[in-house]
């Protein structure tokens, strides 16, 4: 799978896509066995796939977000909110003054809890942006692939995130990823950040990775962005 765009203007001008994917990942620690890169490579997979499925001008990832709460690992890099609010905001003026009316933002990062704001504000006079996946689209896909671990224990570079890396960059996943397995309740979070609740970085179930998971995964939300893209061009 080619997750980067390779498009050209010539290219972009015979699509005439009313509808433009920005893929939003982060910067951030996955623990010993993914890379840093990991929502990037997550949400650029997502954001390639319904961009081929459906024909829309697929746009290169934001690679750096709102990862505060894993600070306290070496590599972890993080922007504010109000800068990615700012980011998603001129990137929707630019779009429109091209003739892209709607944009989809494919999240891959759970910590970017400001993008759900952003959507709703731009939403107020009629549909114009929207957010991928969902809850209800990954709970489906994780269904669907065949996926062992919950949502709530399977937070950081888990069953999910593995899967799909074994599946669009194998290469990028170090050897002893199924040795690094950790669950942990993680109430408070947002006040006492990761470290609070695991050493390794970790909290899921590596180990119940597959590819065959990751490749099902993201048949699965192929399929389920269709009702995405309905409602936003009605």
Not at 53 to 60: A, G, K, S, V
Not at 63 to 85: F, K, M, N, Q, Y
Not at 156 to 168: D, F, K, P, R, Y
Request: charged residues 20%; proline residues 4%; aromatic residues 6%.
């Amino acid at each position: 799978m080619n997750l980067w765009t390779t498009a050209t203007t010539t290219e972009a001008a015979r699509r005439a896509a009313s509808v433009a994917v920005l893929p939003v990942g982060s910067f951030e620690q996955h623990g010993s066995y993914l890379p840093l890169a990991t929502d990037t490579i997550v949400a650029s997979a997502i954001a390639a796939a319904v961009a081929d499925r459906y024909d829309l001008l697929l746009l290169p990832p934001i690679t750096i977000s709102c990862s505060h709460e894993h600070a306290a690992w070496p590599g972890t890099v993080s922007i504010s909110a109000r800068t990615l609010d700012a980011i998603i905001t001129d990137v929707r003026e630019s779009l429109q003054h091209s003739g892209v009316e709607r944009l989809v933002i494919v999240n891959g990062h759970g910590g970017n809890y400001v993008l759900s704001n952003v959507v709703q504000q731009a939403n107020v006079a009629r549909p114009q942006l929207a957010l991928f996946p969902n809850r209800q689209a990954w709970e489906v896909a994780c269904q669907d692939a065949g996926i062992v671990s919950s949502m709530h224990d399977d937070m950081h570079a888990g069953e999910i995130e593995t899967s799909v890396l074994l599946e669009v960059a194998p290469e990028s996943v170090r050897e002893g990823y199924d040795r690094e397995d950790h669950v942990a309740e993680h109430p408070h979070l947002l006040t006492l950040g990761m470290r609070a609740y695991t050493e390794s970085g970790v909290i899921g179930r590596p180990s119940l990775a597959s590819s065959d998971k990751g490749r099902l995964l993201l048949a699965s939300l192929t399929a389920s962005f269709r009702e995405t893209l309905e409602f936003l061009n009605k």
